[in-house]
């Protein structure tokens, strides 16, 4: 199946706006507190139900909701303090439950600073709250544990030593709950001097049998020798279930101004059919539901 990750433009330009990203700043969580918070994931989540209902209307399968401010300040609390997590709770069931009715697959991709491999202990432990906190929304959902719905990750650098940073994540994998071990995932970088595909199987996926998303932009910049089926068929065979991969175009190929060639295009000219065949394909790009829509019809 095919998907795409965060915002749905179609329903963004409606009024009201359909999004589950509603945050605050840092002063209005200081002013408001809980009972906000609270608020405002209840609503993240009644969006998100709306988007789910969207995605199998267009027979989009697959979907990434979005880390950020999901469930807004989730680092200063759990979520099961919010003062009307009765309701959240319901609504998240009901988006779990139509997950599972439609054999449809959700996700998330914590952001850049979720760091399990740092070589500081504080930043390694943020990381664990932040991971924590994203298994608990699936579970909420009542979602079983399992690759089936992944939390996707990078290591997050080499720090000047690959062989130590993989022990400092192998160490790390033996603090999280299994809410957060079993969704785990480990996607390849898009630099030679971060982890390849190769890499992540043979320092990380073998020991901790962590699943590799395979990244077909990525793999661009850190081949370590091997072709894009090659490295794909690596990442694949560390899943227990369909794997995920993902997938864009450079920006350069669609003649769209980019700083850097590891800028993704706002939309794809086609998904590989060997790539569709055997694996979820998440494409990322600007143009998101548009750009799976624009791809079903010309596949």
Same mark, same amino acid.
């Given at each position: 199946?095919?998907?795409?990750?965060?915002?749905?433009?179609?329903?963004?330009?409606?009024?009201?706006?359909?999004?589950?990203?509603?945050?605050?700043?840092?002063?209005?969580?200081?002013?408001?507190?809980?009972?906000?918070?609270?608020?405002?994931?209840?609503?993240?989540?009644?969006?998100?139900?709306?988007?789910?209902?969207?995605?199998?209307?267009?027979?989009?399968?697959?979907?990434?909701?979005?880390?950020?401010?999901?469930?807004?300040?989730?680092?200063?609390?759990?979520?099961?303090?919010?003062?009307?997590?009765?309701?959240?709770?319901?609504? $998240?069931?009901?988006?779990?439950? =139509? +997950?599972?009715?439609?054999?449809?697959?959700? %996700?998330?991709?914590? @952001?850049?600073? !979720?760091?399990?491999?740092?070589?500081?202990?504080?930043?390694?432990?943020?990381?664990?709250?932040?991971?924590?906190?994203?298994?608990?929304?699936?579970?909420?959902?009542?979602?079983?544990?399992?690759?089936?719905?992944?939390?996707?990750?990078?290591?997050?650098?080499?720090?000047?030593?690959? $062989?130590?940073?993989?022990?400092? =994540? +192998?160490?790390?994998?033996?603090?999280?709950? %299994?809410?957060?071990? @079993?969704?785990? !995932?480990?996607?390849?970088?898009?630099?030679?001097?971060?982890?390849?595909?190769?890499?992540?199987?043979?320092?990380?996926?073998?020991?901790?049998?962590?699943?590799?998303?395979?990244?077909?932009?990525?793999?661009?910049?850190?081949?370590?020798?091997?072709?894009?089926?090659?490295?794909?068929?690596?990442?694949?065979?560390?899943?227990?279930?369909?794997?995920?991969?993902?997938?864009?175009?450079?920006?350069?190929?669609?003649?769209?101004?980019?700083?850097?060639?590891?800028?993704?295009?706002?939309?794809?000219?086609?998904?590989?059919?060997?790539?569709?065949?055997?694996?979820?394909?998440?494409?990322?790009?600007?143009?998101?539901?548009?750009?799976?829509?624009?791809?079903?019809?010309?596949?």
């Amino acid at each position: 199946m095919l998907g795409y990750a965060g915002r749905n433009n179609t329903l963004r330009d409606h009024q009201p706006p359909v999004r589950c990203n509603r945050g605050m700043q840092k002063k209005t969580w200081e002013d408001k507190g809980l009972p906000y918070a609270g608020e405002l994931a209840e609503q993240n989540f009644r969006d998100l139900l709306t988007i789910l209902q969207w995605n199998y209307e267009h027979d989009i399968g697959f979907y990434r909701c979005t880390s950020q401010s999901f469930v807004p300040w989730n680092s200063q609390y759990n979520i099961e303090s919010l003062p009307n997590i009765d309701t959240i709770r319901e609504i $998240a069931e009901q988006c779990g439950e =139509f +997950i599972q009715d439609h054999d449809m697959r959700l %996700s998330f991709h914590p @952001d850049y600073f !979720v760091k399990p491999a740092s070589t500081t202990r504080s930043t390694r432990e943020k990381a664990r709250k932040s991971l924590e906190n994203h298994g608990s929304w699936l579970d909420l959902m009542g979602l079983p544990q399992t690759n089936e719905y992944p939390i996707n990750i990078h290591i997050g650098g080499h720090y000047g030593d690959k $062989a130590s940073t993989a022990d400092r =994540f +192998i160490e790390f994998m033996k603090t999280v709950s %299994s809410s957060v071990a @079993d969704r785990l !995932v480990i996607e390849n970088d898009d630099s030679p001097n971060l982890w390849s595909v190769t890499e992540l199987v043979e320092s990380i996926s073998t020991v901790t049998d962590c699943p590799i998303t395979f990244d077909y932009h990525h793999h661009s910049f850190s081949t370590d020798g091997t072709t894009y089926r090659e490295a794909f068929a690596l990442a694949a065979d560390t899943w227990g279930v369909c794997p995920v991969t993902h997938y864009s175009e450079p920006a350069i190929l669609h003649a769209e101004n980019a700083d850097r060639p590891q800028t993704h295009a706002s939309y794809v000219d086609r998904v590989p059919s060997w790539l569709h065949t055997q694996a979820d394909v998440m494409i990322e790009c600007d143009g998101k539901e548009l750009a799976v829509n624009q791809v079903q019809t010309t596949t």
